[in-house]
């Protein structure tokens, strides 16, 4: 029986699944694993399932024993793994797409949504008892319904997110690395450059991956092309963005409001952006549903079980 470690604690069906059919390791206590302990667990296991918090660097990988052969993200983005380093050493790296697009495009709503209608702010006037009366112009919001809705990256996610946004008869604005088929399109408006999506839109939401090209793309020369006033959202990584530069733009309002729920540092986030009434957060919920969490262990299983059977796995990125 091959040599499993997981090194978060999972939802009970993943780990149960993986006990039928693996010696497992697993990381009861649910600490982040240091490079150090890491590497440990490279010499007792065949193959590690890790999170995005586990940060697999060139440094690490290079220490890594020759017997661990696979790596099985449960994410989609790997970030966080050095893959050319992996792909030195021989070692398979895997991820999971598709199953959480739904979970994190409900997140992005919710944001755009909570960011747009002062959410928090509300929720604080009630909790603290300064909520004593009604007036026609108390806590006016953004209204969301009919919006140009502009998202950065149209893969799964954020084809989810414009979806789930028609709902509320918005315009569809997008870019991305290349422009999609008429039908997975399905009206949306294609910008071949980042400044002139944030140059028509009245709410953006970024939804691309987390690249050496893309780190803090949000920053103050970008800000200056979108409009004033307009609704910001990350649901994708915190090291997209530029915090110091989003910041500035929160309270001068050129941007109105923002919705975030990944930051450059993870956990804890910022604490500047606890100091913002006009800033909507979450810690990292993306994906955070009970169904999508099985799910993600039940896909990157799905990858173990075809490397050890000699078949191809079917997310490989490396």
């Not at 199953?99 to 495009?105: E, F, H, N």
């Not at 980042?194 to 050496?212: G, K, Q, Y």
């Not at 915090?243 to 109105?256: P, R, V």
């Not at 956990?267 to 913002?276: E, H, R, V, Y």
């Amino acid at each position: 029986m091959f040599q499993l470690s997981i090194t978060r604690n999972l939802v009970d069906p993943v780990i149960q699944r993986a006990q039928k059919s693996y010696d497992l390791w697993l990381n009861r206590d649910d600490h982040i694993m240091s490079g150090e302990e890491l590497i440990a667990r490279s010499f007792q296991s065949d193959a590690l399932m890790i999170c995005h918090s586990e940060i697999l660097s060139a440094e690490v990988v290079a220490q890594f024993s020759d017997r661990l052969k696979i790596v099985a993200n449960y994410s989609v983005g790997v970030d966080h793994c050095d893959l050319d380093a992996l792909k030195a050493r021989g070692i398979v790296v895997t991820n999971t797409p598709d199953v959480l697009s739904d979970a994190t495009a409900e997140i992005a709503l919710l944001l755009l949504l909570g960011a747009s209608r002062r959410a928090f702010e509300g929720d604080q006037m009630l909790r603290l008892g300064t909520w004593t009366h009604w007036a026609p112009v108390e806590m006016n919001g953004i209204q969301v319904t009919g919006k140009k809705l502009g998202i950065v990256g149209m893969g799964r996610v954020g084809q989810v997110v414009a979806q789930r946004a028609r709902g509320f008869d918005m315009e569809i604005h997008y870019s991305n690395r290349s422009r999609l088929p008429a039908e997975l399109e399905k009206g949306a408006i294609y910008h071949e450059s980042v400044e002139s999506l944030f140059n028509t839109v009245d709410m953006i939401s970024l939804n691309c991956p987390a690249t050496p090209e893309s780190e803090n793309m949000i920053n103050a020369e970008s800000i200056g092309w979108m409009r004033d006033g307009v609704v910001f959202v990350n649901t994708a990584r915190g090291k997209l963005v530029d915090e110091g530069a989003l910041i500035k733009a929160l309270q001068s309002g050129k941007i109105a409001a923002a919705g975030l729920d990944v930051f450059q540092t993870e956990p804890g986030g910022n604490p500047a952006f606890a100091t913002l009434p006009n800033v909507f957060m979450l810690p990292h919920l993306g994906s955070s549903t009970r169904e999508t969490r099985k799910a993600m262990g039940d896909r990157a299983l799905d990858n173990l079980d075809a490397f050890f059977a000699g078949e191809a796995p079917r997310d490989r990125l490396v």
